[in-house]
């Protein structure tokens, strides 16, 4: 079964500085899915990759998936304690028919001011 | 339009006990699929509902069981309670086509005492 990695799994940074979290599938990536989660609330999403070499951005957060579609990386530019919280990302299991939607193990952000 | 909403918020029970949690979807979508939360296995699928129909189906045992109703309102129930059933319960909803963003409801957060 497919299974996603996240590195790192935290990261503490000054405000200001970049960073980027990475999302690794053990398969082919048909639908990724990026999340941002405070603590103990639901999921909030970010964005969503399906190309191999597609690249979104959203304000200061920028999401790319590689060609091989294996790997995907979060991109925060300019970090602001309001971008603390748990990055999760999200793959759709299976491209031949609908399945369900499985979570990497999410990466903790925390931002200092 | 209204977010996703789930109920209870919090809930407290004993071992043995049995607990059946809520999930009001987005006017408009079919799908619900809810997926247990804990520090140490992350985000787990447990189970989708997709016009009152399980289609997909997570790796736990048969104490967790769910339906959906013909409002696309789904509940979700779990007997004979254990202690490593202490979770965040989050339920999502979407419209049930591939490569769709799921929305999350807040969660049920359930302690197992």
């Known amino acids: 079964s497919q299974e996603l990695e996240q590195s790192p799994q935290s990261l503490i940074v000054q405000e200001g500085k970049n960073l980027t979290i990475n999302c690794t599938s053990s398969?082919?990536?048909?639908?990724l899915y990026w999340y941002k989660q405070k603590y103990g609330e639901g999921l909030i999403f970010l964005m969503m990759l399906q190309k191999g070499g597609e690249e979104k951005s959203h304000e200061k957060i920028t999401a790319k998936l590689d060609e091989k579609k294996q790997q995907s990386s979060l991109h925060i530019t300019a970090s602001q304690p309001s971008h603390a919280g748990i990055y999760l990302c999200g793959a759709d299991a299976f491209k031949t028919s609908y399945d369900k939607v499985i979570f990497g193990p999410g990466t903790s952000l925390s931002v200092i001011p | 339009k209204a977010g996703v909403t789930q109920t209870p918020r919090y809930l407290i029970k004993t071992r043995g006990q049995q607990v059946t949690l809520s999930c009001s979807p987005i006017?408009?979508?079919?799908?619900v699929s809810w997926y247990q939360q804990t520090p140490g296995q992350g985000l787990q699928f447990l189970f989708e509902y997709f016009s009152e129909t399980q289609r997909n189906k997570g790796n736990f045992p048969g104490r967790f069981s769910g339906r959906q109703f013909s409002n696309s309102r789904s509940e979700m129930n779990v007997s004979t309670l254990e202690l490593g059933d202490s979770a965040l319960y989050l339920c999502?909803?979407?419209?049930?086509?591939?490569?769709?963003?799921?929305?999350f409801g807040s969660g049920t957060q359930l302690s197992v005492l």
């Open positions: 398969k082919t990536l048909y639908g």
């Open positions: 999502a909803s979407s419209s049930g086509r591939q490569y769709e963003k799921l929305f």
């Open positions: 006017s408009g979508h079919r799908s």
